[in-house]
């Protein structure tokens, strides 16, 4: 099945600088690759997401890139702000098979 | 509608009970999963239905764990003796073909088994 690497497992930022937190997956097959974040007591909130035919997406301060053949993707957070801290999931899965898979979680504190 | 949600938000239980949670989708979402999550881990699949099909179920759903969706909208999530092992974050999503099927998450199940 499907494994989902995560790095970092923390990260602390100054606000105002970028977070770039990175995954790998294993499945040749994915190709549908979705960031979460995730707030404490809360569920997991859909940020951005990336499919396979595209190589990177981006929505205000947050974009996401895909490399296929080496089988990573990335989530980079520019201008980062306070309310930014979080854990940060990254997932996969394909088409015919949407469950996802995800990776073990990466904590973002910001610092004033 | 404005989102998944989940109910109760949580349940404290003694080892050996059962206990049941339901999870309503957001209108019309034909897909419904349900993870579980566990302190400092990602969500790990369960199951998922389409409509009122059960279309799949992982290793981690042992015998004791039964899921519904008897009407192809809100589900309900039982564990049968619980034990202490099933303490965690039960989450629900959602998905729908008009969204592309990206998965919404409702707020989650916080159990503890005593």
């Known amino acids: 099945g499907e494994n989902v690497e995560q790095h970092p497992s923390t990260l602390s930022v100054q606000e105002g600088d970028s977070a770039v937190i990175k995954c790998t997956y294993s499945?040749?097959?994915?190709?549908?690759f979705p960031w979460y974040k995730q707030e404490l007591g809360k569920g997991p909130q859909l940020i951005i997401d990336?499919?396979?035919?595209?190589g990177e997406k981006k929505d205000q301060r947050i974009a996401v890139t895909l490399n296929k053949t080496a089988k990573h993707f990335s989530l980079h957070i520019t201008e980062t702000q306070p309310e930014d801290s979080a854990v940060y999931f990254c997932?996969?899965?394909?088409?015919?098979?949407?469950?996802?898979?995800f990776g073990t979680g990466t904590r973002l504190t910001i610092i004033p | 509608d404005t989102g998944v949600s989940q109910d109760p938000r949580h349940k404290i239980t003694k080892r050996g009970q059962n206990v049941t949670f339901r999870c309503d989708p957001i209108?019309?979402?034909?897909?419904l999963y349900w993870y579980r999550q566990t302190l400092g881990q990602g969500p790990e699949f369960l199951t998922y239905?389409?409509?009122?099909?059960?279309?799949?179920k992982s290793r981690l759903l042992s015998d004791r764990f039964s899921a519904e969706r008897p009407k192809g909208s809100f589900s309900t999530l039982e564990i049968q003796r619980t034990e202490q092992g099933d303490s965690a974050m039960y989450l629900c999503?959602?998905?729908?073909?008009?969204?592309?099927?990206?998965?919404?998450f409702g707020p989650g199940t916080r159990l503890t088994v005593t």
């Open positions: 999503a959602s998905s729908g073909y008009r969204e592309g099927n990206e998965q919404y």
């Open positions: 239905f389409q409509n009122e099909a059960q279309l799949e």
């Open positions: 499945d040749s097959a994915s190709n549908y």
């Open positions: 997932a996969a899965s394909y088409f015919g098979n949407e469950k996802l898979t």
């Open positions: 209108s019309e979402h034909n897909r």
């Open positions: 990336i499919r396979s035919n595209v």
